[in-house]
């Protein structure tokens, strides 16, 4: 299995500073299409997950500009810009190259 | 506006069974693979299975496979997880999320989730 590793696990940010999240694979997730099957979601408190970034880099729809994905092969990151007091939640990548697809530990950004 | 309503949760004994729902509405459900992933309390995600959009395929975690099949019925715009011979490990929010396409493997859609407790 693909083993997606996080950092940091917590993330205290102050309001209008920048934030950013590390994920690291086991192992490439390059597809033999050239993309790159690296997503990041949030989950919200007392919410259900919801998408980010798709394919490494790519905002989903309604995702503010402040997000943006990075990232090759086995080392990502996800960066806000400047963080805002609805960004609380616990943020996970996942991979979806091969099953079983699986997920990152979560990091949990909280405002100071 | 797509929704996705989980329905079929709920506490039972170790060993029983359970089938969960997933109620999809306000897109085309035959077009798109569908997933369960699962969510044990304070916990991170587990994806647990995928069908492919006209169910021909499907694929299950580890620790389900054996014990659970996902089916669909297109017809019914629903996907099902039949749960059986249920561990108390198994005790998690169940979400079925949609597929995007295009786009790998990302889940654009996620139900609100519902709750499977197997306790004695």
């Known amino acids: 299995d693909i083993v997606l590793t996080q950092s940091p696990l917590s993330l205290p940010v102050s309001p209008g500073e920048p934030a950013s999240i590390s994920c690291r694979s086991s192992?490439?997730?390059?597809?033999?299409?050239?993309?790159?099957?690296l997503d990041w979601l949030v989950q919200k408190p007392g919410q259900s997950p919801q998408l980010l970034i798709f394919?490494?880099?790519n905002r989903a729809s309604g995702v503010p500009d402040r997000f943006s994905g990075s990232g090759s092969g086995t080392t990502f990151t996800l960066e806000i810009s400047r963080v805002e007091a609805e960004d609380v939640g616990v943020y996970f990548c996942?991979?979806?190259?091969?099953?079983?697809?699986?997920f990152g530990q979560g990091t949990k950004l909280e405002i100071k | 506006q797509v929704q996705l309503v989980e329905s079929g949760g709920g506490v039972v004994q170790p060993g029983r069974s359970l089938r969960l729902s997933c109620a999809a509405s306000?897109?085309?459900?035959?077009?798109?693979?569908m997933h369960w992933v699962r969510q044990a309390p304070g916990k991170g995600l587990e994806w647990v299975a995928v069908?492919?959009?006209?169910?021909?395929?499907?694929n299950y975690a580890d620790s389900v496979k054996g014990r659970c099949t996902i089916s669909r019925d297109n017809s019914k715009n629903t996907l099902y997880l039949q749960m059986n011979s249920l561990r108390v490990e198994d005790t998690a929010v169940y979400y079925c999320?949609?597929?995007?396409?295009?786009?790998?493997?990302?889940?654009?859609?996620w139900g609100q989730g519902t709750l499977v407790t197997v306790s004695s």
């Open positions: 394919l490494a880099s």
């Open positions: 069908i492919w959009f006209d169910g021909s395929n499907k």
């Open positions: 192992q490439s997730l390059l597809h033999r299409n050239g993309d790159t099957y």
């Open positions: 996942m991979q979806g190259l091969q099953t079983p697809y699986t």
């Open positions: 999320a949609r597929e995007r396409k295009g786009a790998g493997t990302c889940f654009d859609y």
């Open positions: 306000g897109f085309t459900f035959s077009s798109y693979g």
